[in-house]
């Protein structure tokens, strides 16, 4: 395969990524409470569908390190559909609210997201996920 074709083949699979933007890194989270997430997801040239998206919080025990997203998403907080609404500055954003289960043990913790989509003309499915650190208090 050439450079271009590779190169522009990377692109188009980076172009549906979706990021969290709230809860901002570190936030602190008490147990029992609703939670805003913001799962934005920037513009694409390629033809792109949705499947579903799941969120899950995953709390790290002291003196552990917490698993990426890609690995485990912990207690599952939702599970569903992805329908992001348009927003004029070239992103796409969706907001849930989410309960933090009351038992959730204290300490640093890693909210995930995993996405699932299809890309391209020819569906290829694609599965990423991101997370960030929050603590619960």
């Known amino acids: 395969m050439k450079l271009p074709a590779l190169l522009a083949l990377a692109a188009t699979v980076t172009a549906q990524n979706v990021f969290i933007t709230v809860p901002a890194e570190g936030t602190e989270i008490a147990g029992g409470s609703d939670l805003v997430v913001q799962i934005i997801q920037p513009g ?3 033809s792109h569908v949705n499947i579903g998206l799941a969120i899950g919080l995953q709390p790290c025990p002291p003196e552990e390190l917490c698993y990426p997203a890609s690995s485990v998403l912990g207690y599952a907080l939702y599970a569903g559909a992805f329908d992001p609404v348009y927003n004029p500055i070239g992103s796409s954003y969706q907001n849930f609210t989410v309960t933090i289960p009351e038992r959730t043990i204290k300490g640093p913790a890693m909210l995930g997201v995993a996405h699932a989509g299809l ?4 569906g290829s499915p694609d599965l990423q996920a991101t997370s960030v650190q929050v603590m619960i208090i």
Do not use: K, N
């Not at 890309?119 to 020819?122: E, I, N, P, S």
């Open 44 to 46: 694409t040239q390629s």
């Open 119 to 122: 890309v391209g003309v020819m």
